[in-house]
């Protein structure tokens, strides 16, 4: 029996202005996409032939142009129809892709595969990210739905896994699964939504105790990702069951459970105005201080481009050795790539004048070089450039940029929580409410298109059972 494989994710930020083009995607074809998925083994494993189509995955950005989406999906849908008997396709999606004028990037891809498959008892399974915004007709396309568990992410080889074992389980045995979604009416700040905290960690703890159960295939919560002005914005539950009344059943339970959660969510860490984190970075005794600028995090599709903090700081003169990772400036880096380490530069943008520090890359997702980055020293603060969109969310990034991240002491990255590689560096984290288009202030964001009534812009009553 064969099963198609593929990835095609890119989050959108609907505030975002920079729409990812085809440079912004990591991507693969052939056996190459075997290997950056966890399933392949497992399938081959269990005696499947895997058909590997495309992997294509870019960081958060804007919506998604209708080119760009035909030019990636068409692909995946290539595949599909040089294989049209396909016993299975298994995709690893984000959840959250807008396109313009198409709405959901994966409900579109789903639809057309179903259309081309000819075996129609063929199933797919997909895998999704915490943060999907779920569809209402996902389910009539998809078969099998697994989402990632942990918040920040670290289950995303798992999370394939999980939804993999289930398609191999269905196809082996000849049955037919049944997936139902409960939407919860709430957009949540997304940063104060992390699973190793209540009250998250009891209710992922639960959805583990439901999959041990022999009906019940995957059960996910989705908390949903705020950034996105369209009508499937919202949490949701999502039961994959052998039976159609079990997967609904429980995810109406787990939808209960869920909304009577919504008051609970904090922010675990300081978060402040910038000029207040920027003023206790300063001060703090702790050996090294992260703040991340949440506003302006490329992790939720922002530009990364903002100077705001790093203003404040080179305004305060630090005695601290800092560190501005990851500031988004194509003329910077290409205008100045040619001077040599040590030599000095304006930056006109900023008005001041410094030392090129360092050439270096720009690493994606699976360690790949994306670009190129530039670091420049003024007074005590290292600022990186990079002539692409970047995310500094683990050491690597920043030996990758050839500076040496344990010889700071204030660390500034353009993140909303911080990454869970980067926890072990960070004596203290500040959580910057700075502005952009990954502002956590609901409010300020301006949703038109989201349902309503929305937790918490209403206050209303919710029951999935009415
Ligand atoms: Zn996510």
Redesign the pocket.
Known sequence: MDIIIASYQC?SNTLATHHPGKEDFEYAAGDAVSRKLAVTELFEREGFTVIPSIYADALPSGTVEQDIHAYYSEQILDTVRANPDAHGVFIFFHGSMEVDGIGSGELDILKKIRKILKNKSALIAISL???ANITDELCDYADIISGFKT?P?VDQAECQRRSAEALCYCLKNSVKPYSYMQRVPFLLKNDTVQTGYEPLKSLIEETKRLESTEDILCANLFLGHCWIDAPNTSASTLVTALKPEVARDVAKELAVKLWNTRRDYKFTVEAEEPEECVKRAIEGKERRIFITDSGDNTTAGAEGDTTGILELLLAEKPEKKVCVAGITDFDTVDGLWSCADGAQVELKKLGVSGVVKAHGKVLGWTGECLGRSLAVTVGNIDVIFTDLRSSYTRKESFDAANVDLLAYEIVVVKLGYLFTALKPYADRELFALSEGSSCVELKKLGLKRILRPMFPLDEFEFDPYK
Do not use: G, N, Q, V
Request: aromatic share 0%; hydrophobic share 35%.
């Open positions: 989050e990210d915490a943060h918040i992410h």
